[in-house]
């Protein structure tokens, strides 16, 4: 069985950075690509960051590009999310998920098959 644990939450003010972490276990994980969701109250969950197995591929939404960068190390079997200029549109719930449907994606919710518990990122103004 997988396990996912996202850390690294908490409150910042506006323009601030914080950098998140999701340690993985069960599986061989440095074969899978992984990717960062959020979710704000009242919002669906939406798409923030993907990257490739090898760390080779990143993409973005357009919300977070040039503000949010994702990264691996699969020696680590760690998946990270580094935030900077945050602001309080990005305040959600934020979630790892492994994805296990190839030749899809990192958008669609349907390609993960894991989810972390999340972990909650709070931007004041």
């Known amino acids: 069985q997988v396990q996912l644990v996202e850390s690294g939450g908490g409150l910042v003010q506006a323009g601030g950075s914080l950098r998140l972490s999701c340690a993985a276990s069960?599986?061989?994980?440095?074969?899978?690509?992984m990717g960062w969701f959020r979710q704000a109250p009242g919002k669906e969950r939406e798409f923030a960051a993907g990257i490739s197995s090898n760390g080779g591929s990143r993409t973005y939404a357009d919300s977070v590009k040039d503000r949010f960068t994702i990264f691996r190390d699969n020696a680590k079997n760690t998946v990270y999310l580094q935030m900077d200029s945050l602001k309080p549109e990005d305040t959600a719930v934020y979630y790892c998920?492994?994805?296990?449907?190839?030749?899809?994606?990192?958008?669609?919710?349907?390609?993960?098959?894991?989810w972390g518990q999340g972990t909650q990122v709070t931007v004041s103004s």
């Open positions: 998920a492994l994805k296990t449907v190839p030749c899809t994606t990192y958008v669609e919710l349907s390609s993960y098959g894991y």
């Open positions: 069960g599986r061989t994980f440095s074969n899978y690509a």
